[in-house]
């Protein structure tokens, strides 16, 4: 029995994924970590920031990161269970 944690296989495909991440994926396209301009207009590099669950966001620079992210709840930042979301179905007799 092969240990899939191991697996030269599954190695294999772990860094290949990496690396369109990482590179882009070779047809023109640009990967996830990238540099790119801002597009707020400033010509700054930007990065990506992603939310607690690690879903993309938007991209942003030192200039426009404050106000970007000023949009987004707390929650979606630091993260929430389901005690947090939790609503009445029923209006309260």
Known sequence: MTNKWIDSRDADYYFENLAEQLDGYG??????????????????????????????????????????????????LNGYDQSDVDEPIEPPD
């Open 27 to 76: 047809d023109g396209t640009m990967g996830r970590y990238d540099i790119r301009e801002c597009p707020c207009g400033s010509g700054k590099p930007s990065q990506w920031q992603f939310d607690y669950r690690g879903i993309e966001l938007c991209r942003t620079c030192d200039d426009c990161h404050s106000e970007k992210m000023s949009r987004y709840r707390d929650e979606i």
